[in-house]
């Protein structure tokens, strides 16, 4: 069965550094989505993106972060200058239609600033 | 406002037994959809079952069930003949398309299967 991957599975990053996170959405899939969720939390959306933009981003999704499509497999969420407060589990997520459908998740990427 | 409560912090089930993990909602969209995910301790987010809220009949999938109470706003999961693998933390999430293409999630279960 297909399945979303994410690499790396850890990452540990001293703080102030950029990071760029990497996600292989499903291939027929339409929609990508970006989620974090910081140790013993609730999971949280970060973004959503589809046709090459973003189509909607929550309050977490400040100037520190994007993402991109760089070519036809990858998606990709950067954060430019980590903070310690970024050290959580990153998901990404992807879906072939919207509406109704269910998002099916990578195994993320734990993310640690020291 | 909480879009997804999950009130249970922690349950306990025997092996082979049956429970129920509760999910009530809050939307005025006429137009929304439910969905269960699994997350065991090595951390990934499985995908459990869906349900749309036209749905007439609450969804099924293997020994998971959805009991879907509209009027309540309530959509619990129902796990059949719990197995030491189904120890996980469990979340409800609910999409509103009509506003957006985010999930909200609730704050978890975390089950635990007794042997």
């Known amino acids: 069965e297909p399945e979303v991957t994410q690499t790396p599975s850890h990452q540990v990053t001293q703080m102030g550094q950029e990071v760029i996170l990497r996600c292989v959405p499903i291939s027929n899939h339409l929609y990508f989505y970006w989620y974090r969720q910081i140790l013993g939390q609730k999971v949280e959306f970060l973004v959503s993106?589809?046709?090459?933009?973003?189509?909607?981003k929550s309050e977490i999704f400040d100037d520190q972060f994007s993402v991109e499509r760089p070519d036809g497999s990858n998606f990709t969420l950067k954060i430019r200058s980590t903070k310690l407060e970024d050290s959580a589990m990153y998901f990404c997520?992807?879906?072939?239609?919207?509406?109704?459908?269910?998002?099916?998740f990578g195994d993320g990427t734990r993310l640690s600033i020291l | 406002a909480q879009k997804i409560t999950q009130t249970q912090p922690g349950m306990f089930v025997q092996e082979k037994e049956a429970v129920t993990l509760d999910c009530t909602y809050d939307?005025?969209?006429?137009?929304?959809?439910l969905f269960w995910y699994k997350q065991p301790s090595s951390g990934e987010m499985i995908f459990l079952i869906y349900?749309?809220?036209?749905?007439?009949q609450n969804a099924t999938e293997g020994r998971y069930s959805l009991n879907f109470q509209k009027a309540r706003k309530s959509a619990n999961l129902v796990i059949s003949a719990s197995q030491l693998g189904d120890s996980a933390m469990y979340f409800c999430a609910m999409r509103e398309p009509l506003r957006n293409n985010d999930m909200r999630f609730g704050a978890g279960t975390r089950l635990t299967v007794k042997p």
């Open positions: 993106f589809y046709n090459n933009e973003i189509s909607e």
């Open positions: 349900q749309g809220s036209y749905d007439q």
């Open positions: 997520a992807s879906s072939r239609q919207v509406g109704n459908q269910p998002q099916h």
């Open positions: 939307t005025s969209d006429p137009s929304y959809g």
